[in-house]
């Protein structure tokens, strides 16, 4: 089973370094990268989608333009970390490594710990790995979500930093 893993495309928070609010729509950067990327999506022979419930997920997903029958399925358990206080936060007054580590409940208790995120992720990827179909599988997400995944297949490194791989609307590859 092959995924493609994608994060949602520019928003203007994102493009200024502050933390985004779940309403934080794309702007035109985003939107053109969406449906630039679509082009190469749509070689991809996709059979079944994971969306995120939260707006610039669903949006970039819409601007793929692909085929309507692909099933799409709106997924809770790859929707963005809660960011609770740390929303608009700007990102120079967080400790960057820190924010994003594995262990980040020491350091920001407030905040939805990267270990729940994995947790959250490793149940959803083991449920489609039990599933047993042989398809083409692509996740439309975020960046918190998208270094879950890539923890998922890679292991979490002995530090618990995370690894930067969540570029704005760039695919993501991995066999499951």
């Known amino acids: 089973m092959k995924l493609y893993v994608i994060r949602h495309g520019e928003t203007n928070m994102g493009r200024n370094n502050i933390i985004a ?3 934080e729509p794309l702007n035109e950067t985003g939107k053109k990268q969406a449906i630039e990327v679509g082009k ?3 070689m991809l022979n996709i059979n079944r989608i994971y969306c995120s419930p939260i707006e610039r997920a669903k949006d970039t997903l819409r601007l793929f333009g692909l085929d309507k ?7 809770d358990r790859i929707k963005e970390r809660n960011m609770g206080i740390y ?13 994003w580590n ?11 710990s990267m270990k729940s995120v994995y947790e959250r992720i490793s149940e959803f990827l083991d449920e489609l790995k039990s599933s ?12 918190g979500i998208s270094r ?6 890679n292991g979490v490194l002995e530090n618990g930093n995370s690894t930067n791989i969540n570029e704005n609307c760039r695919i993501y590859n991995y066999e499951l």
């Open 102 to 112: 594995y262990n980040s409940d020491k350091l920001y208790p407030e905040l939805e």
């Open 69 to 75: 029958n692909i099933p799409v399925i709106i997924e």
């Open 40 to 42: 190469e999506i749509r």
């Open 148 to 153: 879950a995944i890539y923890w998922y297949f």
């Open 132 to 143: 047993n179909r042989n398809e083409n599988i692509l996740i439309v997400t975020h960046g």
């Open 87 to 99: 929303e608009k936060t700007p990102f120079e007054k967080l400790k960057w490594n820190e924010f």
């Open 21 to 23: 609010t779940e309403d």
